[in-house]
């Protein structure tokens, strides 16, 4: 038996041989693709390494009864099997057969006067299993790779070293939640010659942040490809037209410094010379060149590719190719394409910000005040300066919602995404400028509003996504956000791993009474049941999964229309004014009956329900919260999840001293922390476009946090809107967060765009 293969005899049904990533080599390498030669250690090799040395039966002891969500028994038992392969040499035989082949590999030039004698070249040894890479498996790329490697002696050290990373903790892990057999899974070892890459990058050929179907997209550095993947440096960006390889996008950034493998075969980071640093680093030619290389890995597959190459000495190497399983053709094109239907129609009256997109046709209601509000009818358009939570069952019936007032992060905006209600928000003047009864169309994905009645394709109207890719496997927790109990089934339905914040003030908003009210009536226990009806609902729909319920945020200009309302002091600025935690404990009662609520529904069984302080700045804030919970008897950490949002400056300075006074985990509230960080009022339209939660200032705010909870296994989330931001959730899967909540709509979007983060950090790990 030969326990190797050559990339000229395998193509893509050998993945029982050489794994996902072997097989996809071979294939492509036999369809005429430039990828570096080299062969496949055979997955046999493997078993019959296993077999011989008889390590199989001790392998398989150690996995007998793994409990893989104890961490720590998982960790262990992972690095015992994997000591047990590192110190089990491979049998003499096979040693040879991959020594002789790798020699070969050294013969195998470009140049046929080169054709003399083997010598030793630099491979990477990559591992490859057989259950990996697979379409259906997209989170597979636990396993190893080693670059630079040269010498026999080493090629067959890191063989060893592939085959013991089929035991990776991430990897058993994987295997148990997606009910692959252990022993089913083989592993091949891809030794595989290095391209020394003077230019290198990837390519999607699809554009994974639109999810385009028609462009490919190529990112580009000096050097090797592994900057671009560790984030050190900012790629050059092309988008090509995938129909014509015409090019659309040409992003030049700035590359100081590259990573190049020197004689060693070490990689050293070098200064890219002056003259270079701002010029495109492939040339237009090779852009489609790469275009049309991807164009015809993608039709081969027919799926789209998400492909590593490399240029040295302008010849175009693809490196590896593999299935965008995170990629999801769009159901619905949201271009907010509509057409006039009469003569006189289709002038655009108004723009402002998209909130939620959609587009919706209908009759404008003016709301001027809250005793107005029974006017809207179901499928009116709701125009108002801005919404408050006790419109909310009025905004429930409305088609669309158009504000003067307000940013991505206020009211109207969460509140309309939630309901899958087209909005736009910040027009300055809407009220002024559509007229009761007016009939408009409202193209809330392009942010305008058309005079008239217009044809809206089908699709526009569709308000919900029904379906969610629930099986994919993320390392990092994906939950939602969850306002509205009525939608509680519908969030669940998107399979997330939880609510990371119920925000309590739009159930009280329904409820018609202002939190204050029930205390001075001596109604508390009706307060109570408010809440345990609204939070109930929610704790139902997600039974075993973490809800995190935020005590009452209530601004003291945002809930005067509620009764008992008009008494609430006048402040000169309520966003930094009387509310949150600083009230609560001013009004300690209203704290205890919301703790009083969640420790009922405790009670009855919802002990999935935890509790999470607002807009914290001191430490004994949090001790007398925790005081309070103890005395209506719940231990806070112990018995009930009880962690503080970070959203205010001061919590992220004060982190330290929080998490030794005891919490089970923070979640950012980027919404007021960026607000606050930045002194940008959240709501003022006019200045909107500087509101961004990737500033620095609250990214190092963020880091210092997870770090510092790092230290103290202390749980760290996002409930802000940032949470439904890919880039934010990339920031922070880097960073190691815990768990990400978002927005119903977007949920399925920020599960791909982690799993794909947690995949590339595995490689770059490797
Ligand atoms: C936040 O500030 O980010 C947050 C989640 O709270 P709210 O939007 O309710 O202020
Ligand atoms: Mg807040």
């Known amino acids: 038996m030969s326990y190797v293969a050559w990339f000229k005899d395998l193509s893509k049904d050998?993945?029982?041989?050489?794994?996902?990533?072997?097989?996809?080599?071979?294939?492509?390498?036999?369809?005429?693709?430039?990828?570096?030669?080299?062969?496949?250690?055979?997955?046999?090799?493997?078993?019959?390494?296993?077999?011989?040395?008889?390590?199989?039966?001790?392998?398989e002891q150690f996995l007998q009864g793994i409990d893989i969500d104890n961490t720590e028994q998982l960790q262990h038992t992972a690095q015992q099997i994997q000591q047990l392969i590192i110190s089990t040499p491979i049998p003499e035989n096979i040693v040879e057969e991959i020594e002789d082949n790798y020699e070969l590999l050294g013969a195998d030039k470009d140049q046929a006067h080169e054709l003399v004698e083997g010598t030793e070249v630099f491979v990477a040894v990559r591992s490859s299993a057989t259950a990996e890479d697979l379409p259906e498996a997209s989170f597979a790329g636990q396993q190893a790779t080693y670059l630079n490697i040269k010498g026999k002696d080493n090629v067959v050290v890191a063989v060893l070293a592939c085959w013991a990373s089929l035991f990776t903790a991430r990897a058993i892990y994987y295997r148990e939640k997606n009910k692959f057999d252990h022993s089913k899974v083989l592993i091949s070892a891809i030794v595989q010659k290095m391209v020394n890459s003077d230019r290198s990058g990837i390519m999607f050929t699809v554009n994974p942040a639109t999810n385009v179907e028609n462009e490919i997209v190529i990112e580009a550095v000096y050097g090797l490809g592994e900057m671009i993947v560790s984030g050190q440096v900012n790629p050059n960006l092309y988008i090509i037209d995938k129909k014509t390889r015409e090019i659309k996008k040409i992003e030049v950034k700035k590359q100081e410094v590259g990573l190049f493998r020197n004689e060693q075969g070490?990689?050293?980071?070098?200064?890219?010379?002056?003259?270079?640093?701002?010029?495109?680093?492939?040339?237009?030619?090779?852009?489609?060149?790469?275009?049309?290389?991807?164009k015809?890995?993608?039709?081969?597959?027919?799926?789209?590719?998400?492909?590593?190459?490399?240029?040295?000495?302008?010849?175009?190497?693809?490196?590896?190719?593999?299935?965008?399983?995170?990629?999801?053709?769009?159901?619905?094109?949201?271009?907010?394409?509509?057409?006039?239907?009469?003569?006189?129609?289709?002038?655009?009256?108004?723009?402002?910000?998209?909130?939620?997109?959609?587009?919706?046709?209908?009759?404008?209601?003016?709301?001027?005040?809250?005793?107005?509000?029974?006017?809207?009818?179901?499928?009116?358009?709701?125009?108002?300066?801005?919404?408050?939570?006790?419109?909310?069952?009025?905004?429930?019936?409305?088609?669309?919602?158009?504000?003067?007032?307000?940013?991505?992060?206020?009211?109207?905006?969460?509140?309309?995404?939630?309901?899958g209600t087209p909005c736009i928000v910040g027009t300055e003047n809407a009220t002024d400028v559509l007229k009761d009864g007016q009939e408009?169309?409202?193209?809330?994905?392009?942010?305008?509003?058309?005079?008239?009645?217009?044809?809206?394709?089908?699709?526009?109207?569709?308000?919900?996504?029904?379906?969610?890719?629930?099986?994919?496997?993320?390392?990092?927790?994906?939950?939602?956000?969850?306002?509205?109990?009525?939608?509680?089934?519908?969030?669940?339905?998107?399979?997330?791993?939880?609510?990371?914040?119920?925000?309590?003030?739009?159930?009280?908003?329904?409820?018609?009474?202002?939190?204050?009210?029930?205390?001075?009536?001596g109604k508390v226990q009706s307060y109570i049941d408010l809440l345990k009806e609204g939070i109930g609902k929610i704790a139902t729909a997600f039974a075993h999964k973490p809800v995190w319920v935020r005590c009452s945020d209530m601004r003291t200009d945002e809930y005067?229309?509620?009764?008992?309302?008009?008494?609430?002091?006048?402040?000169?600025?309520?966003?930094?004014?009387?509310?949150?935690?600083?009230?609560?404990?001013?009004?300690?009662?209203?704290?205890?009956?919301?703790?009083?609520?969640?420790?009922?529904?405790?009670?009855?069984?919802?002990?999935?329900?935890?509790?999470?302080?607002?807009f914290v700045i001191n430490v004994d804030e949090l001790t007398k919260a925790k005081d309070i919970m103890r005395s209506i008897g719940l231990?806070?950490?112990?018995?009930?999840?009880?962690?503080?949002?970070?959203?205010?400056?001061?919590?992220?300075?004060?982190?330290?001293?929080?998490?030794?006074?005891?919490?089970?985990?923070?979640?950012?509230?980027?919404?007021?922390?960026?607000?606050?960080?930045?002194?940008?009022?959240?709501?003022?339209?006019?200045?909107?476009?500087?509101?961004?939660?990737?500033?620095?200032?609250?990214?190092g705010e963020i880091t210092k946090v997870i770090e510092t909870c790092k230290r103290h296994n202390v749980k760290t989330s996002i409930c802000g809107q940032a949470g439904s931001r890919p880039e934010m959730a990339e920031f922070l899967v880097r960073l190691g967060v815990d768990s990400i909540s978002s927005n119903v709509d977007v949920v399925d979007e920020i599960r791909h765009t982690v799993a794909q983060m947690e995949k590339k950090l595995l490689l770059e790990k490797n």
């Open 560 to 614: 005067r229309n509620l009764q008992g309302g008009d008494q609430e002091p006048k402040e000169t600025d309520p966003m930094i004014g009387w509310h949150a935690i600083r009230r609560l404990l001013d009004e300690p009662e209203l704290l205890k009956a919301e703790f009083q609520a969640v420790k009922e529904l405790h009670d009855d069984g919802h002990d999935n329900v935890g509790i999470m302080l607002p």
């Open 296 to 419: 015809k890995i993608e039709e081969h597959y027919g799926m789209p590719q998400d492909i590593e190459w490399a240029i040295e000495n302008n010849n175009i190497f693809i490196v590896q190719s593999r299935a965008v399983t995170t990629f999801k053709p769009k159901k619905v094109e949201t271009t907010g394409e509509v057409k006039p239907v009469n003569e006189g129609h289709g002038e655009i009256i108004l723009k402002g910000e998209t909130a939620s997109k959609g587009v919706y046709a209908g009759k404008v209601k003016v709301i001027k005040n809250a005793s107005e509000l029974n006017k809207i009818e179901n499928g009116d358009i709701l125009v108002t300066t801005m919404t408050t939570p006790d419109m909310v069952p009025a905004m429930q019936k409305a088609g669309a919602i158009v504000t003067n007032e307000g940013g991505m992060t206020c009211h109207a905006a969460i509140v309309s995404r939630e309901m």
């Open 266 to 294: 070490e990689n050293e980071k070098q200064d890219i010379p002056k003259e270079d640093q701002t010029t495109q680093v492939v040339t237009d030619a090779q852009i489609k060149d790469l275009a049309r290389i991807g």
């Open 635 to 699: 231990e806070p950490c112990k018995d009930i999840d009880f962690g503080v949002m970070i959203e205010t400056p001061a919590s992220c300075w004060i982190i330290d001293e929080l998490c030794k006074e005891g919490i089970s985990f923070v979640s950012f509230g980027t919404n007021d922390l960026t607000q606050l960080t930045l002194g940008l009022d959240r709501n003022n339209q006019r200045i909107a476009k500087l509101f961004d939660e990737m500033h620095p200032a609250v990214l």
């Open 440 to 521: 408009v169309t409202v193209n809330a994905t392009q942010g305008v509003v058309f005079r008239g009645i217009m044809e809206v394709p089908k699709e526009e109207t569709v308000k919900h996504e029904e379906h969610y890719d629930t099986d994919i496997i993320t390392a990092t927790e994906i939950k939602v956000i969850l306002d509205l109990p009525d939608l509680a089934e519908h969030a669940a339905a998107t399979g997330a791993d939880g609510v990371g914040l119920v925000r309590i003030e739009i159930m009280i908003a329904n409820g018609g009474i202002h939190p204050a009210e029930y205390l001075r009536q």
């Open 14 to 59: 050998s993945i029982a041989i050489a794994g996902g990533k072997g097989s996809n080599l071979g294939e492509m390498f036999n369809k005429g693709i430039n990828v570096p030669n080299g062969f496949s250690v055979t997955a046999q090799a493997y078993a019959e390494y296993i077999e011989t040395t008889q390590i199989k039966s001790q392998i």
